[in-house]
């Protein structure tokens, strides 16, 4: 069965967007990070703290796979960074899945994760300026991955409402 998978910069909405998608499909929502906390019994933040990003990405593609080859149809929200390692954008354009790129602007991204980054290593640290440098340059280097999924929808000025519309128009 096919996978709907969500995908973008940390806080661009992939958990939320997901969650109400399910609702409407009445498809089941698989967060990978959570997948993985549960896999492991860790937090993410506890993985990268203990044993380090390298493993983490490892980690990441086996159960990203394990969760394509899952019988039924799922919508799978990645981690931010998934598409970015271990081949994981080739795993985009599969015929099996629909990918959709959660699109959005620097500035959209910084208000999101400034009411929310402890739990976001990458940018746990930074303050709003070392913030916004961060994510502008991140962010390009990871556009070139998050554009080989198939479809890509802005999230910016939109509601949570207005974004989900938007991808049950392209899944229709
Ligand atoms: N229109 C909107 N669409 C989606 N999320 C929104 C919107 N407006 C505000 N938010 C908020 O943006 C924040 C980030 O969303 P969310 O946690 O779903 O992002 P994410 O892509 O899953 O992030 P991560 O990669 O870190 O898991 C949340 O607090 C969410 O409530
Ligand atoms: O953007 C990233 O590289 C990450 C995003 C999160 O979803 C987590 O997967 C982890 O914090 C790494
Ligand atoms: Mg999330």
């Known amino acids: 069965m096919k996978k709907i998978i ?9 958990s939320t967007i997901a969650k109400e998608l399910s609702k409407k499909l009445e498809i089941p929502f ?11 019994k860790m937090t993410i933040k506890t993985i990268f703290a203990e044993k380090g990003e390298i493993h983490f990405r490892r980690l990441e593609h086996e159960c990203f796979v394990e969760l394509l080859n899952l019988p039924e149809a799922v919508i799978i929200g990645l981690g931010g960074g998934t598409p970015c390692y271990a081949n994981n954008h080739e795993l985009l354009k599969r015929e099996d899945v629909e990918s959709i790129y959660l ?3 620097i500035d959209t991204l910084v208000v999101r994760l400034s009411l929310n980054k402890s739990n976001r290593p990458l940018i746990a640290n930074k303050n709003d300026v070392e913030m916004k440098e961060f994510i502008a340059t991140h962010l390009f280097e990871r556009s070139y991955y ?5 479809h890509s929808v802005v999230v910016d000025q939109r509601t949570i409402a207005q974004t989900v519309e938007d991808i049950l128009a392209i899944l229709a």
Do not use: H, R, T, W
């Open 6 to 14: 969500l995908l973008g910069y940390m806080g661009c909405g992939k």
């Open 30 to 40: 698989i967060d990978l990070d959570e997948f993985i906390e549960e896999k492991v």
């Open 103 to 105: 699109k959005a602007s």
């Open 146 to 150: 998050y554009n080989q999924a198939q």
